[in-house]
């Protein structure tokens, strides 16, 4: 129980975060291309307060009309994106305490949601910050057991260790670089994964995009 509870207040210090940051955005970027492929600054946003409002019975209802969980993803960015950016944010401090969906995974959806999608923003931008590394070391370890993702698969065979914070894991050969820049490589993100060094690092990239 005190490891959701610690999740939680993670992911609603992220989306907090999040949430002030945007409000801090031009009308133009908004309408950046985000390192989401396809996918906006207002489109990754729309996502991210995508699923809070869905019960049980309106989330089944999106699985059966989206069958995948990236066509429930574009269900959801096509549902939220037209909105006003005020209202967008307007939502996402709302439900700074994940609910629906996010909220039934102990907050662990929207921690990973939240860090990664702030990340997809913000490197589009190219707004650095600097991640508590608490929430930072949590959101890694996390990243290896959260399926959508697909973390476990692209490091199997490797060890991954921070050098900016407390964490390493897996055996294997070594990647090694900063803790968010090796997050976002798991997440998939190829720009990140040029950030890496150690032996495994070329392996971790040609499994990126596949």
Request: proline fraction near 5%.
């Amino acid at each position: 129980m005190a490891v959701f509870e610690r999740t939680r207040r993670f992911a609603r210090e992220e989306r907090t975060e999040l949430a002030r940051y945007l409000r801090t955005l031009t009308p133009h970027q908004w309408n950046v291309e985000s390192l989401c492929a396809g996918w906006r600054v207002r489109d990754v946003v729309a996502h991210a307060i995508s699923y809070d409002e869905l019960g049980p019975r309106a989330l089944f209802d999106r699985a059966r009309r989206g069958r995948s969980l990236a066509a429930m993803n574009e269900i959801g960015v096509a549902e939220y994106t037209t909105l006003p950016t005020d209202e967008l944010v307007a939502l996402l401090e709302r439900y700074a305490d994940p609910r629906g969906f996010h909220g039934a995974s102990g907050g662990v959806s929207a921690l990973e949601d939240g860090l990664i999608h702030h990340q997809d923003i913000r490197r589009a931008l190219g707004h650095h910050r600097e991640i508590p590394a608490d929430r930072l070391v949590t959101a890694l370890r996390l990243a290896l057991v959260a399926p959508p993702l697909g973390a476990l698969r692209r490091t199997r065979g490797l060890r991954l260790v921070a050098t900016d914070v407390d964490w390493s894991a897996g055996r294997g050969r070594i990647v090694q670089g900063p803790g968010e820049a090796l997050l976002m490589a798991m997440a998939g993100r190829t720009g990140a994964v040029q950030e890496l060094t150690g032996p495994g690092q070329p392996i971790l990239a040609s499994r990126i995009g596949k």
